[in-house]
């Protein structure tokens, strides 16, 4: 069975700095996709990111990047140029590669970012 | 239109009570989901509907009663509900044969069990 751990319950970064959240996750297959996942307080939960395993590339989405490192089973988002904005729980998320509808998402345990001024 | 829209916003309901939750998405997407979080914690899957058929239930008590009545709809029926059922239920839906099959979540409905 695949699992998500993302290991920082809480994080905290000051207005304009770089943060990172980590991720790893354990599978056996060799086609998914991982997902970052964003919920604002009492907010709706929106995607942030997402990466093909069969990509070595990178994705990134304006202020967000990833880094993921297949080999070693990790995911970890950076966010550059912090926001008061991008407060909020992040949640690390695997779906296995079946193209099937209604595949599954397996979440990490989420990780809450609080952004100072 | 790209979003899932879930009635009502807020849900307080006795042991005794029957109520239904509503999901709908206009986007054509082919699989809709269930999924119950408690507070601080990641979505918890309850059930999968692929083609308007029940692909996944994650065993749920039978309490929570789903069903599909068409592609855009999603319901979930409670009746005799517990307060350790109170949580945040939140419905998403995927396309079919999408490289990525993202999930768009609804704002879910908060629901308390008294």
């Known amino acids: 069975a695949q699992t998500v751990t993302q290991s920082q319950p809480e994080m905290s970064v000051q207005e304009a700095e770089t943060v990172t959240l980590s991720c790893t996750y354990d599978t056996s297959e060799s086609d998914y996709y991982l997902f970052w996942y964003k919920q604002p307080p009492s907010r709706q939960m929106i995607l942030v990111i997402r990466q093909e395993a069969y990509k070595q590339q990178n994705a990134t989405e304006n202020r967000f990047s990833v880094n993921f490192q297949k080999a070693a089973k990790s995911f970890s988002l950076k966010i550059s140029d912090s926001q008061l904005g991008d407060a909020a729980m992040y949640f690390c998320a695997y779906r296995s590669g079946s193209s099937q509808a209604g595949t599954a998402l397996i979440f990490g345990k989420g990780t809450t970012l609080s952004v100072s001024s | ?114």
């Open chain 2, 1 to 114: 239109d790209t979003e899932v829209t879930q009635t009502p916003k807020h849900l307080v309901m006795g042991m005794t009570n029957k109520k239904s939750l509503k999901c709908e998405q206009h986007m054509g997407h082919r699989a809709m989901y269930w999924y119950k979080q408690k507070a601080k914690k990641p979505p918890e899957l309850m059930f999968v509907y692929s083609y308007e058929k029940l692909s996944i239930n994650e065993s749920v008590p039978s309490r929570f009663s789903p069903e599909c009545p068409n592609s855009s709809l999603l319901n979930l029926h409670l009746h005799a509900l517990q307060p350790e059922d109170s949580a945040l239920y939140l419905c998403a839906s995927s396309v079919h044969r999408d490289t990525y099959n993202e999930q768009f979540f609804g704002p879910g409905t908060r629901l308390t069990v008294l």
